[in-house]
């Protein structure tokens, strides 16, 4: 029965160390097969990009053109607003950094300067995205543009050895509301689906294989299959 075991364990990984990944696709995506892709044009390059929202907690840089005294650094406060010089509270959250400078200006123009000029750049990003479960460096992230599921997963380098990529879970708030869905990173990979979008406060989870656990506990627990199981792949 030993051995009729060990066979059996053999087989199954041989059998899968020679099966390999074969991308399938969806209708709508052309593939080119051996490549090249061609360079994509210029409007390609920002088609993908989202235009960064101001949320709480974000620090800003805030210039006013040639009048050094209200450059300021400011943080934006829990309930999204910040205090400047001359313009007293203002409301920061879910505005761009343009959207802002614009606002400033107009709250400047005609009391204090005649014509201002502001900019207003992120120096400090604290909306993230929570990435935990079987991936090798859980954590936050802050989130700057566009960021899909497939990156989010690249920027906790990578999956774990565990893994289950079919079981990969974003939870999500939306007008207060929980919100949760499944998504198969091996069919987002094959091109089978789209790599969805991700927002901040996002939390992404990734499942763990209880099997391959179980199947790398197996083996490290029993030299003598490890040997058997490596002459067969060699």
């Not at 069919?187 to 979008?197: F, H, K, T």
Request: with cysteine.
């Amino acid at each position: 029965m030993k051995f009729w075991v060990l066979g059996a364990c053999i087989a199954a990984l041989a059998l899968g160390g020679c099966a390999g990944e074969k991308f399938v696709g969806r209708p709508g995506l052309e593939f080119v097969p051996g490549g090249p892709l061609p360079a994509p044009e210029r409007s390609d390059l920002v088609a993908g990009q989202r235009e960064y929202l101001i949320g709480p907690y974000d620090e800003l840089k805030v210039q006013v053109y040639g009048i050094d005294e209200l450059e300021r650094t400011v943080q934006v406060d829990a309930s999204g607003n910040i205090s400047l010089p001359l313009v007293g509270g203002m409301d920061a959250a879910g505005k761009s950094p343009l959207e802002l400078a614009r606002a400033i200006e107009t709250s400047l123009r005609g009391r204090y300067v005649r014509d201002p000029q502001v900019t207003v750049n992120v120096s400090k990003v604290n909306q993230l995205v929570t990435i935990d479960g079987q991936v090798k460096k859980p954590g936050m992230y802050p989130i700057m543009g566009k960021l899909t599921l497939m990156r989010s997963v690249a920027l906790a380098e990578g999956a774990g050895d565990y893994a289950d990529l079919k079981y990969v879970v974003v939870f999500r708030t939306v007008n207060a509301k929980k919100m949760a869905a499944l998504y198969d990173l091996r069919s987002i990979r094959q091109g089978i689906m789209d790599d969805p979008e991700l927002y901040a406060n996002d939390l992404i989870y990734v499942g763990e294989s209880r099997g391959t656990r179980l199947f790398q506990t197996f083996i490290q627990a029993s030299p003598i299959l490890t040997t058997a199981v490596l002459a067969v792949l060699n």
